[in-house]
């Protein structure tokens, strides 16, 4: 194969990559702060339309990036609301939301079938992106591929090396500890919330203006929950996610390679495959994790009520 | 006494309401600069609504508070902190995934970064022989290391009055004589000290005065170092009826239950690897296993009620039977039946009505409970209401909700509830924990006659006191391992709490000093 | 700031009442909507609600929707009371319908009164056996029962296109995706001259069986004590995996045997599209009545007038079915949000709250 052919595909990859990284390190965020929020799917679905219709009205796909992540960030905090305020189950809040999310995005989204959509612009670095195979591959794209990798060393840096991070992992380990310091757990879960809304507004804002310019009902197909995927792959941890989003985005274009090069298997069994190494990625992490200490915050998934 | 305008913390009829019930009726108290203060009272007493009041977290409903000579209110613990109010809890807000410096960080203020906390560590511990590595993940700390944390973090603050809640009832006796070291060295560098207990001994070691709640008020003001013990305790319980175990009780010849050789590693990385441990109880007897929480017992226990199996079917038998692998529920058929140390949540259903928590452990052992697999409701009904009114379990409501019963109230059902089915081995874990006077001596009662009945009974507990009560045989847990079971009266308290801290060392000291009488080798320590 | 204060025990009114709150308030922010969308709140709510169930014709609509709905959710509620979250029931009643279709398909020329029984005897199989996966994974290796179950809705829906289009594709069809359709002995007995068939009947005698068995045997109370309290449930002997298994097997087999009634009732063959999102609706209509599978034929009723209500008011007053979707979500977060009314007392407070409990709250988790 030719280094073009090479290079084309890495591309690919990197589109197919950056929504998963967006949605994944934003629940990755949301996590650690203790609240599982299974709402990535419908957040993500929502941030598409919004991203598309965003695009339409405003003329501009930037209008689009923006209407997508306010979108996102909605959502989550009707997600933040019931989950906090009225300490109501997370996975069934968080299923409400995906649930709530298709049908606000089919909604929205209705009267944009099959038109035309605004692509968002590359915005090439200068100089860097003159760099032979490096320049093309890494600084020749659009703003929210550059803001997901800029994400990935954000959250890392805040996580671990900031007192705003210390406190978000402190809350997620023992929100009762927490709460008796003296922090505010809802606040602070409100926050990450809406956080983890907004980047899977972007995520799905991605789809919609970068991956594939349209609007199409159900465009989201399931990546919002590979997402939630990742994060347990990732062991929580932001790197480990970066290199997950990038594995799962060459098992998702590789596959359409093979379906293209005609490949003698079904499509069907070919688009089944990032749904099966999801599963098997989980099952191997999680076989792993049985025998060691759990990277897992420990108050994931329960409900906070500070009067109790 | 000295003048008023000299005392550092003054309340006057500080008093506090939930409901209806009222915790604090009319609390007057002072602190003087540079004492040790003792709170003594029972669980219930008021005492710990009463120091969160002085440290914020509970807004007293009427009284004041007078600190330094000029009256404060103190509406967070944000605000007791700036006053130079500090508190150590009985209940740790500590967060196991991170390590010491950075669970010290997050009491600090913002500002201050967890480099700043490392070396300011160093000077505290060195200073205060509070000896702790600030990279330690603090899941993997003993709980007096974990303590430890709570006082730096208390300390890094510079309180001039530090409360401490219960501070011994997680510590070894030797965890508790280093941490009274330290306690009294603050005390000498000009701070005060609340100290909160129920424990006697150690207020009259440490404590310069003790004020005495009970039910809400204080019964007595004193000097602790020359008031007698039973006086003491008389003020903190008011008059009490002991079970008193009746001396010279017999046990029948027979083994219940014998323990052979088991072993079994840790459920989970922050559990206790079980360690060869052998033990037989008779019919007609009572085995106390004594021990500082978190050396086993909970495994001890699990491994004994079946809820873990073990590899080898001979390693417990019961009855005369080999049970190792077989489940809790065949165990409790063959005769046996256990009593958790959690009473919400494991030994009961909280969400759950108290004739459906009949069912958790008597469906399968009932056979009027159950027919094919359908359950006879009314009759877990009734005989959920017999176990109320035998072992006068006091709900308020008809079948309420195991959550809605006061913990002495649950207990004594929990312990009634195995009792009712005369058990011939029945293993208590933690029998009377965290339940009022008059509960626990009801409960020791019923163990006491259920042993004179001839059952085998084990009692897992922290609690010396009740050990001395009831038990007649004594073995200590610690790390893992058991010591061997010898008659209560050879053993003194002593023995036990250094065997506590070193079951193994205890133990073989013990074997070398066979053919002296008990407690030898322990002057020889002295 | 809301906050919550623990009642003493759970209340019953708001037990019975919570499901009527969440309805208003989903009706209510119905109303919100249409107004956006620049439509008349009354006579949307009318078509959406009201009228598929005026007429005859849309009455038995409805009751042909609800009747997967109802079986799907009496199973879930058994999952989800034990704290299990199959939330796979789409794949699973894909795979029951792909299994029980095996045979008049795969073998159209085997007729005669045992034909049925046995595909729905198959479709029941392979939904459990389909469940078995995420639930053994769970079991074995500690995977997440959410995220395998949902992985495997994808799987199932892409397995199922490939079968239609491919090698169960109908040879005299003119190339349409879908299958040949089912003989008569493999088609659902109607009732009178109706749409209905006795796959209502089913429905409700399995939710009927469902209730009993869960609140009066053994088994039942099992399955609510190792939701409720885990510990409590090993205490009492029970096992936790055993428990998983069983619940999710269970109810896979209902959706598996919803989709065999679907696509041997209404449809008659298999197609690309068999569901319109039939296991995601019946997680609402199990929440919406409160997890209990009496309950769920009421709860079926009303998300299946939503479905119905849909369509009919895209055609009368021109707002799309999408909205439909729209309710079915916000339903659930406010049935959700209702059930807090059991167990707390809401009360709102202007400072921040101070803690109020006389016991210390247990801040120290036990490492077990």
């Avoid at chain 1, 996102?72 to 997370?90: C, D, E, K, P, R």
């Avoid at chain 2, 109880?281 to 001890?300: D, F, T, W, Y």
């Avoid at chain 2, 409970?369 to 109320?388: D, F, H, N, P």
């Avoid at chain 3, 409990?357 to 801040?363: D, K, M």
Wanted: charged share 15%; proline share 4%.
């Amino acid at each position: 194969m030719s280094t073009d052919i090479v290079l084309a595909i890495a591309l690919t990859v990197m589109t197919a990559s950056t929504p998963l990284l967006l949605a994944a390190i934003g629940e990755l965020v949301v996590e650690r702060s203790g609240v599982l929020n299974l709402g990535v799917e419908g957040m993500m679905i929502v941030g598409a339309a919004a991203g598309f219709a965003g695009a339409q009205l405003t003329g501009s796909a930037y209008g689009g990036v923006a209407f997508a992540a306010v979108a996102g960030a909605g959502l989550s905090l009707v997600f933040a609301v019931f989950v906090l305020l009225l300490a109501t189950n997370q996975y069934a809040t968080g299923l409400a939301t995906t649930l709530l999310g298709i049908g606000i995005a089919g909604l929205v989204g209705q009267g944009y079938v099959g038109q035309p959509g605004i692509k968002l612009e590359q915005v090439p670095i200068p100089l860097l992106s003159d760099l032979p195979v490096i320049g093309p591959l890494l600084f020749q794209h659009d703003v929210l591929f550059y803001l997901s990798l800029a994400l990935v060393v954000c959250v890392s840096f805040v996580l671990f090396r900031t007192r705003l991070g210390l406190t978000i992992r402190a809350v997620g380990d023992n929100h009762d500890s927490a709460h008796a310091i003296g922090y505010n757990v809802v606040a602070i879960r409100f926050a990450t919330i809406a956080f983890g809304g907004i980047c899977a507004g972007l995520a799905g804002g991605y789809l919609s203006l970068v991956y594939t310019p349209q609007w199409v009902e159900g465009m989201s197909a399931g990546r919002g929950w590979i997402a939630v995927a990742l994060v347990v792959f990732a062991a929580w941890r932001p790197l480990r996610c970066l290199a997950g989003a990038y594995l799962f985005g060459t098992v998702l274009i590789l596959q359409f390679h093979a379906q293209a090069a005609g490949v003698p298997i079904p499509s069907q069994f070919l688009s089944a495959l990032p749904y099966l190494a999801t599963m098997i990625v989980l099952v191997i992490v999680s076989a792993n994790r049985l025998s060691r200490h759990s990277a897992a915050p420990a108050c994931l998934g329960q409900a906070f009520v500070p009067s109790k | 006494m000295t003048s008023p305008s000299s005392k550092l913390l003054a309340t006057t009829d500080v008093t506090k309401f939930f409901g209806s019930f009222c915790a604090n009726d009319r609390i007057s108290l002072d602190v003087d600069a540079g004492e040790i203060h003792a709170l003594l009272g029972e669980n219930g007493a008021g005492k710990s609504t009463f120091v969160k009041a002085l440290y914020g977290l509970v807004r007293p409903d009427s009284g004041t508070i007078t600190w330094k000579g000029e009256r404060v209110e103190i509406t967070s613990p944000a605000r007791a902190r700036e006053l130079g109010i500090g508190m150590v809890f009985q209940h740790f807000a500590l967060f196991d995934s991170l390590n010491v410096a950075e669970n010290i960080a997050l009491a600090l203020p913002q500002d201050v970064a967890v480099s700043d906390v490392v070396a300011r560590l160093d000077e505290i511990t060195a200073r205060y022989g509070l000896a702790l590595n600030a990279e330690a993940a603090v899941g993997d700390l003993s709980a007096g290391e974990r303590q430890r944390i709570e006082i730096v973090r208390c300390l890094m603050q510079s309180p001039t009055l530090i409360i401490l809640d219960e501070p011994t009832s997680v510590l070894t006796p030797q965890e508790a004589d280093q941490l009274f070291v330290t306690l009294r060295q603050l005390v000498n560098e000009g701070r005060s000290i609340i100290y909160i207990s129920h424990k006697l001994e150690e207020v009259q070691r440490l404590c310069d005065r003790a004020t005495i709640l009970r039910h809400g008020r204080v019964v007595a003001n004193c000097d602790p170092r020359t008031t007698e013990k039973g006086e003491l305790a008389r003020l903190m319980v008011g008059d009490l009826v002991h079970a008193a175990r009746p001396s010279g009780s017999a046990a029948a010849d027979g083994i219940a239950l014998s323990v052979r050789a088991l072993s079994m590693s840790a459920p989970s990385l922050f559990g206790v690897d079980l360690q060869d441990i052998s033990l037989d109880v008779r019919p007609g007897q009572i085995c106390a296993i004594a021990g500082i929480a978190g050396n086993g017992q909970s495994e001890l226990f699990e491994a004994l009620s079946g809820e873990r199996l073990s590899n080898d079917p001979a390693a417990i038998t019961l009855l005369g039977q080999p049970v190792g692998h077989l489940g809790i529920a065949e165990r409790r058929q063959l005769g046996a039946d256990f009593v958790s140390d959690e009473r919400l949540g494991h030994a009961t259903a909280p969400d759950m009505s108290l004739s459906d928590n009949v069912l958790v452990t008597r469906a399968r052992t009932d056979t009027d409970l159950m027919r094919s697999g359908v359950l006879k409701l009314e009759r877990a009904r009734s005989l959920s209401q017999r176990i109320q009114d035998s072992f006068d379990v006091r709900s308020g409501a008809v079948d309420p909700p195991a959550n809605a019963l006061s913990g002495g109230n649950l207990q004594k059902f929990v312990i009634g509830r195995a009792v009712d089915r005369h058990p011939r081995v029945l293993v208590v874990n933690q029998p009377t924990w965290g339940v009022d006077a008059g509960a626990a001596a009801r409960i020791r009662k019923t163990l006491v006659s259920l042993a004179e009945g001839g059952s085998a009974i084990v009692v897992i507990s922290q609690d010396l006191d009740e050990i001395f009560e009831i038990a007649d045989s004594i073995a200590v847990i610690a790390r893992g391992r058991l010591t061997a079971l010898y008659p209560a009266d050879q053993m003194s308290a002593e023995e036990i709490g250094l065997w506590m801290s070193d079951a193994e060392a205890g133990a073989s000291q013990r074997a070398n000093s066979t053919f002296q009488t008990a407690g030898v080798g322990l002057d020889n320590n002295d | 700031m809301i906050r919550l204060e623990a009642r003493p025990r759970p209340s019953w009114w708001a037990a019975l009442a919570s499901p009527v709150i969440a309805l208003v308030l989903t009706l209510l922010t119905g109303c919100l909507l249409l107004l956006a969308f620049g439509k008349d709140p009354i006579k949307g709510l009318y078509y959406l609600f009201i009228d598929p169930i005026t007429v005859w014709w849309s009455l038995e609509e409805v009751l042909v929707k609800a009747t997967p709905l109802a079986l799907i959710a009496a199973g879930l509620s058994v999952c989800f009371r034990a704290n299990v979250w199959n939330i796979g029931a789409e794949g699973q009643f894909i795979v029951g319908a792909i299994a029980g279709s095996a045979l008049p398909v795969v073998l159209p020329e085997v007729q005669g009164p045992h034909v049925l029984p046995l595909m729905l005897l198959c479709g029941t199989l392979g939904g459990a056996l389909f469940a078995l996966i995420p639930a053994l994974l769970r079991v074995r290796f500690g995977a997440n029962e959410i995220l395998v179950s949902l992985m495997l809705v994808y799987v199932a829906e892409l397995f199922l296109d490939w079968l239609v289009r491919g090698p169960w594709r109908n040879p005299a069809g003119f190339n349409f995706p879908e299958t040949r359709q089912f003989h008569e002995w493999a088609t659902m007995p109607i009732v009178g001259d109706s749409r209905l068939n006795i796959g209502i009947f089913i429905a409700i005698a399995c939710c009927a069986v469902l209730a009993f068995v869960l609140s009066r045997t053994y088994f039942g109370f099992g399955v609510r004590l190792s939701g409720t309290a885990p510990r409590a449930a090993r205490f009492a002997g029970i096992s936790r995996n055993r428990t998983i298994l069983l619940v999710m097997a269970l109810s896979g087999g209902l959706a598996g045997l919803a989709g065999i009634m679907e696509v041997a009732g209404p449809i008659g063959q298999l197609r690309i599209q068999i569901s319109p999102g039939y296991g995601f609706t019946a997680i609402i209509v199990a929440f919406l009545a409160r997890l209990n599978p009496v309950g769920a034929i009421a709860a079926a009723f009303v998300l299946s007038v939503t479905y119905i209500g849909g369509e009919a008011a895209q055609i009368a007053i021109g707002i799309s079915d999408k909205i439909t979707r729209v309710f079915q979500g916000a339903l659930l977060f406010f049935v959700l949000g209702s059930d807090v009314l059991i167990r707390y007392r809401i009360t709102w407070t202007r400072r921040t709250p101070v803690i109020q409990t006389p016991e210390p709250a247990a801040v120290e988790r036990t490492s077990t």
